[in-house]
């Protein structure tokens, strides 16, 4: 699932006034390129990351109102013993049927879309310089590249990428191979990217290249003034800036 529709219109708000200089960092890659390792990373060093993925989860969670709406819709057949969606059952529905596929996006993309603004506005006023949008499908929609600063792509070589999936997985070259070409290849997705992060060698070299993302955006002084402003209004204003967040995105 996308974590928005192509066309949903985000700009009055990620582009208010004073906001627009908080800038977005998109960030994605491929199976078995070693996404998560550098999304660790960042976090270790204190970046902002909002998961689109963990967002996706957590919007269908049992009792949410996106929860409601697709038992109504696809029945309680769909659902684990513990009352979660059982995301196997789901997706082999949606995937045969293209009209079952729209229906569950028009119920979970506006439940994503909010609950990713309202982190970015949460992250925004404790006053962080930019904010890494993890998304799996980043370069595949395209449309959403719009909205991002600069796109981060965490790469490896198709040979490393192979042979990392074979033994993460168990699986045998063909199908392996097969999972990898269901997806867009990496080496197009490195056409679009501003930022290639390299993870086909040793962890320590792809960690001094998160370092050094980390550091070319962290000394931009482009927007030291709104973290300063920001840092303001949270010691006197805190509390009034989040009710009117939540009065507004509810």
């Not at 819709?73 to 997706?91: K, M, Q, S």
């Not at 981060?152 to 490393?160: A, E, S």
């Not at 990496?186 to 993870?199: C, S, Y």
């Not at 320590?204 to 550091?215: D, K």
Request: aromatic residues 8%; hydrophobic residues 45%; positive net charge.
């Amino acid at each position: 699932m996308l974590p928005f529709p192509a066309g949903t219109r985000t700009e009055p708000l990620l582009q208010t006034p004073g906001m627009s200089t908080m800038f977005l960092v998109g960030l994605s890659g491929g199976i078995a390129s070693g996404k998560s390792a550098v999304v660790a990373a960042l976090r270790e060093l204190g970046c902002a990351v909002v998961d689109a993925d963990a967002i996706a989860r957590l919007v269908v969670q049992p009792h949410s109102k996106a929860h409601q709406q697709i038992l109504q819709h696809f029945g309680t057949e769909i659902l684990l013993e513990n009352g979660e969606i059982n995301r196997e059952a789901l997706g082999g529905i949606i995937f045969s049927q293209p009209e079952k596929r729209r229906l569950l996006n028009s119920i979970t993309h506006p439940e994503i879309l909010k609950e990713m603004l309202k982190q970015i506005l949460k992250y925004f006023v404790l006053g962080y310089r930019y904010v890494i949008l993890d998304i799996p499908l980043l370069f595949e929609t395209r449309g959403l590249t719009r909205f991002m600063k600069y796109t981060v792509l965490v790469y490896c070589d198709p040979q490393t990428q192979l042979a990392r999936l074979m033994r993460r997985s168990g699986l045998g070259a063909a199908e392996a191979e097969a999972r990898i070409s269901s997806q867009l290849p990496l080496e197009e997705k490195r056409r679009w990217a501003t930022h290639v992060i390299d993870n086909s060698g040793d962890w320590e070299s792809t960690r001094r290249q998160v370092l050094q993302l980390h550091t070319r955006l962290e000394d931009s002084l482009d927007f030291l003034w709104a973290r300063l402003a920001v840092g303001t209004a949270v010691v006197g204003l805190g509390g009034l800036v989040f009710l009117l967040i939540r009065h507004f995105i509810s």
